[in-house]
């Protein structure tokens, strides 16, 4: 065989040899990358803190027989409802002293028993919703001195966050139990723009999840216009019944239904302010409205987890005394 002969000869040999090794180096390539792939996304994290890991937690398995549950643990899944109630003379001053019995509460028209019933003095999650768009211009002193003065019924215990709102509302900061600290980011507001005043109560409304105390109340100060918000005064409504916080509002000269229907919902009050002389008087209101609330609590008679909106109404046996209660729940969903 001829030297030339030889070499294509061992050359195809070597390329058959090479072409039978392929299958073996591809499962070995994807192997490497399959080990890979964590290093190169545990890289990425690094690389971009912020983005999101997901996780998935599994669901645990449900019994498989229900009848075999212990008993005590039904108990915990019925869950007591509690009403808030405020009662008012014809002065508009707090009342206190009432009994269990003076009460009647109903669920969708049908009467409930009353479990208990308390009126203590207990520390309170407080958001404030404060207008400072450019209709506020005159009064954003005045409703900062106004706030300062609901500051000196705080108690022990007391936390405060802080929502601005022109064009767009703003989580100012909180909670805090620092009310130096909320004095001076309202004293740092100016007045500008436009009023989102839905879009802000839908901000304060979030925020208010992260609050410590059971009792969560929202303090809106506003001329009660809206003119900028993305959100409808209905989706407003509806968040509203599903939070579970007592809306407390003043409305300066013109009146606000929003403010008032949400106030009225969620057994809070609304205050019109005709004249900055008048709004001192109508803090005072709203303070003790707060601080003096009877607490109703019963267990429905509708025990089910429906995921429906329930309502529920409050009776007094002295017509003379005005009373607000908040006016229905969302049962949970299974």
């Known amino acids: 065989m001829s030297d030339t002969n030889r070499y294509f000869f061992q050359r195809s040999i070597h390329n058959n040899e090479q072409r039978s090794r392929l299958p073996y180096v591809a499962v070995a390539a994807g192997a490497l990358c399959l080990a890979f792939v964590p290093a190169l996304r545990t890289a990425e994290n ?27 643990t039904i108990r915990l899944d019925v869950k007591a409802v509690l009403v808030p109630v405020t009662v008012t003379d014809a002065g508009d001053r707090p009342v206190e002293g009432l009994r269990k019995e003076d009460f009647q509460v109903f669920e969708d028209d049908v009467k409930q028993q009353i479990i208990s019933y308390s009126m203590e003095d207990v520390p309170a999650s407080v958001g404030l919703v404060f ?48 009310i130096g600290e909320v004095s001076r980011w309202l004293h740092s507001l100016r007045a500008a723009g436009w009023t989102a005043l839905n879009d802000a109560i839908y901000l304060g409304i979030q ?11 929202i303090l809106v100060l506003s001329d009660g216009g809206d003119n900028n918000s993305r959100y409808s005064s209905r989706e407003i409504r509806e968040l509203v019944r599903e939070a579970g916080v007592g809306i407390y509002s003043i409305s300066f000269y013109q009146g606000s239904r929003l403010l008032e ?3 009225d919902e969620t057994g809070g009050r609304l205050i019109h302010v005709h ?24 267990y429905s008679t509708k025990s089910q987890n429906d995921g429906k909106y329930h309502r529920v109404r409050v009776a007094l046996n002295q017509p003379a005394l005005r009373i607000s209660w908040r006016h229905g729940y969302y049962a949970p969903l299974d």
């Not at 599994?58 to 005590?72: G, I, T, V, Y």
């Open 275 to 298: 004249h900055l002389s008048d709004l001192p008087g109508a803090i005072e209101k709203l303070s003790r409205a707060i601080r003096s609330q009877y607490v109703l609590s019963y």
């Open 46 to 72: 690094a690389e971009f803190p912020g983005e999101p890991r997901v996780s998935i937690t599994p669901r645990a398995p449900r019994p498989s027989n229900a009848n075999a549950r212990n008993p005590a």
């Open 131 to 178: 207008d400072s768009s450019g209709s506020m211009s005159n009064k954003i002193i005045p409703s900062v001195d106004a706030v300062e003065q609901f500051f000196q019924t705080t108690l022990p215990g007391d936390e405060f966050a802080l929502v601005r709102f022109s064009d767009r509302p703003q989580f100012i900061g909180g909670f805090t139990p620092n």
């Open 207 to 217: 925020k208010m999840k992260g609050a410590k105390n059971a009792r969560k109340v």
């Open 261 to 263: 229907g949400i106030s």
